[in-house]
């Protein structure tokens, strides 16, 4: 759904586990990492969206995650005038966004990125917090960050980090990378 000033109306999501990482997902076939994200139905609350975009791109229920919060208010960013599909109407210019902090409760292997006919990700990792901001596409970064020092209290921190981080790819392939 796009708004009158041209925004698509969005959800994100920050999954984070028990050591306050989140998770980093790669889209299907690009070399482009990002949170989770999606819009928002005409007739979907940001909460209901939340839960579907969760399913579809994660294969999570609401009973595998615990709620932490959301943002106080909508974030936005402005796509570049080369992504601007300005032949499409109604027209949009970038999104607006709610991001949401949630905690698994359940195993990393309760995440399964191929649960919709068309999956978006097609490998997953935990990072430290902070990581995506270095790794964002230049348009999203201002958004990712804001979304992350808001949400950040929200965050139990750990004194020692994972020393291993799991790397996922379609449909069950395991890879264990040392950091």
């Known amino acids: 759904m796009i708004d009158t000033d ?36 005409a007739t979907e ?21 615990h709620v932490l919060g959301a943002t106080r208010g909508w974030l936005r960013y402005r796509l570049p005038h080369n992504l601007i599909r300005y032949h499409q109407r109604p027209l949009c210019i970038g999104q607006k966004q709610v ?15 191929n649960t ?3 999956p978006e990700f097609d490998q997953w990792l935990w990072v430290d917090y902070w ?11 201002a958004v990712y960050e804001n979304a992350l020092k808001e949400l950040h209290p929200l965050v139990q921190s750990h004194p020692e980090p994972q020393k291993r981080r ?14």
């Open 6 to 41: 041209g925004y698509r109306m969005n959800v994100g999501i920050i999954l984070t586990n028990q050591d306050g990482q989140a998770l980093w997902a790669k889209r299907v076939g690009q070399d482009a990492w990002q949170f989770p994200q999606g819009g928002i139905k």
């Open 131 to 141: 990581y995506p901001l270095s790794e964002v596409v230049y348009f999203k970064k």
């Open 45 to 65: 609350t940001p909460k209901r969206a939340l839960f579907r975009e969760l399913h579809e791109e994660l294969g999570l229920t609401t009973k595998q995650v």
């Open 99 to 113: 991001w949401y902090m949630l905690r698994l409760l359940g195993h990393d292997n309760n995440i399964c990125l």
């Open 166 to 179: 799991l790397i996922y790819k379609l449909p069950t392939q395991r890879l264990g990378v040392s950091v």
């Open 116 to 118: 919709s006919d068309n």
